[in-house]
T-cell receptor, first 117, second 113 residues
Framework: DSGVTQTPKHLITATGQRVTLRCSPRSGDLSVYWYQQSLDQGLQFLIQYYNGEERAKGNILERFSAQQFPDLHSELNLSSLELGDSALYFC????????????????FGPGTRLLVL | DAKTTQPTSMDCAEGRAANLPCNHSTISGNEYVYWYRQIHSQGPQYIIHGLKNNETNEMASLIITEDRKSSTLILPHATLRDTAVYYCIVRGVDQTGANNLFFGTGTRLTVIP
């Protein structure tokens, strides 16, 4: 158990819909990361938040957005869903993630499996 | 960040040492070598990391060559539960504060009874 929790575990929805995935980081961790893992793309970095602010952006679609709240939990919002958005979505956290002096270890949650029909 | 090359798959007999190689010939001086593994659709799990020196923890050992162009992850006594995809990741410090990981295709290790 990494200490990172994600809800829901599974989500089934239809094309065109909007869903919200939730992540609670490890106690004390300030940074949250979102990754997408689909069959044909492998693990892809989407976005990083540090203490409520966006820190880095990866291959995140405009239909997707995220935020980190004052209690440090994060939500990933996926809208206008398409069949190709079906994937595992992982959240990870690290202590600071500032990149100032070292590269931090990230701890991953169990993921949310999204199926778009 | 430097690119890594890993074999697509490997087999290892249960109880034997599993040696997983990784080439990172373009690694620069401030880049770390990280190893994660992913057991069948679970979240990736941190194993070990190193910069120059060999490292050992309760899960594995990491051997980095003197020129740092390659490394080997060693699982000393592989068990069936070590069957997973192992990712070798080279990542440096990013002054913008970005700390994300770049996963490649990894090595699928199968531990055989």
């Amino acid at each position: 158990d990494s200490g990172v929790t994600q809800t829901p575990k599974h989500l089934i929805t239809a094309t065109g819909q909007r869903v919200t995935l939730r992540c609670s980081p490890r106690s004390g961790d300030l940074s949250v990361y979102w990754y997408q893992q689909s069959l044909d793309q492998g693990l892809q970095f989407l976005i990083q938040y540090y203490n409520g602010e966006e820190r880095a952006k990866g291959n995140i679609l405009e239909r997707f957005s995220a935020q980190q709240f004052p209690d440090l939990h994060s939500e990933l919002n996926l809208s206008s869903l398409e069949l190709g958005d079906s994937a595992l979505y992982f959240c990870a956290s690290s202590v600071a993630g500032t990149g100032a002096s070292f590269f931090e270890t990230q701890y991953f949650g169990p993921g949310t499996r999204l199926l778009v029909l | 960040d430097a690119k890594t090359t890993q074999p697509t798959s490997m087999d290892c007999a249960e109880g034997r040492a599993a040696n997983l190689p990784c080439n990172h010939s373009t690694i620069s001086g401030n880049e770390y070598v990280y190893w994660y593994r992913q057991i069948h659709s679970q979240g990736p799990q941190y194993i070990i990391h190193g910069l120059k020196n060999n490292e050992t923890n309760e899960m594995a050992s990491l051997i980095i060559t003197e020129d740092r162009k390659s490394s080997t992850l060693i699982l000393p006594h592989a068990t069936l539960r070590d069957t997973a995809v192992y990712y070798c990741i080279v990542r440096g410090v990013d002054q913008t504060g970005a700390n994300n990981l770049f996963f490649g295709t990894g090595t699928r290790l199968t531990v055989i009874p």
